[in-house]
């Protein structure tokens, strides 16, 4: 098997293939890395959008391991760059799609592609966010989401997901360009979520608004 570090994913049929050796890729990752606490909403970085990737080095290499670290300690399934306040474009995840197959990767400069219309099926679950602690709301994306960028050595690579595993691509991405969850919803819902934000208590680590 080739070093976790220089064969992030594999690619076949134009996807990357990201269900192959999780717990191991995850761990490696993590145990190299450091928990960084967790920016929240009112926080400058989160409300931008993040500068492109350029350099594909050891400095990118050790940035994804402590986003690794800072996602299991704050028990997520995604953290984009900026929620641990870097002004950078990648995100990485560690989530389960619907059928519970885990999927484990880093995507650096994500785009959202377009879908046809017949694969813009809407799902109205809910979601939440690590840096809108303790909220949750309901809120329609696809159902399936396809997510093109670079991994960790500057290569191409293109991420398909379906159900929990789609919203999650989704809501990485939104974040690397300057977009919180909360921001696609009613101006009701959004003021519901803040509340739920206000009135709880988060598990991990947060940075302070100023």
């Given at each position: 098997m080739a070093s976790q570090q220089d064969t992030?994913?594999?690619?076949?049929?134009?996807?990357?293939?990201?269900?192959e050796d999780?717990?191991?890729?995850e761990r490696a990752h993590r145990e190299r890395g450091t928990?960084?606490?967790?920016?929240?909403?009112?926080?400058p970085v989160l409300h931008r959008e993040c500068r492109d990737v350029t350099e594909f080095g050891d400095?990118?290499?050790?940035?994804v391991d402590d986003m690794f670290a800072s996602q299991r300690a704050a028990e997520g399934v995604g953290l984009?760059?900026?929620?641990?306040?870097v002004d950078l474009k990648v995100f990485v995840y560690d989530c389960p799609d619907d059928e519970g197959v885990?999927?484990?990767g880093v995507v650096c400069n994500p785009v959202l592609e377009e879908l046809p219309a017949e694969r813009r099926v809407l799902d109205e679950s809910n979601e939440g966010c690590l840096s809108v602690p303790t909220a949750y709301a309901a809120l329609a994306r696809p159902d399936y989401a396809v997510v093109s960028g670079r991994d960790l050595q500057g290569n191409p690579i293109r991420v398909q997901g379906t159900g929990y595993f789609a919203r999650c691509l989704q809501h990485e991405t939104d974040h690397l360009y300057g977009r919180l969850y909360i921001d696609r919803l009613s101006k009701r819902d959004r003021k519901d979520a803040?509340?739920?934000?206000?009135?709880?208590?988060?598990?991990?680590e947060t940075v302070p608004n100023d």
């Open positions: 992030e994913q594999s690619v076949v049929d134009d996807f990357i293939i990201d269900t999780c717990e191991e890729r928990s960084r606490p967790i920016t929240v909403v009112g926080n400095e990118l290499a050790a940035l984009a760059a900026n929620q641990i306040g885990r999927h484990v803040l509340k739920q934000m206000a009135e709880g208590t988060p598990r991990y």
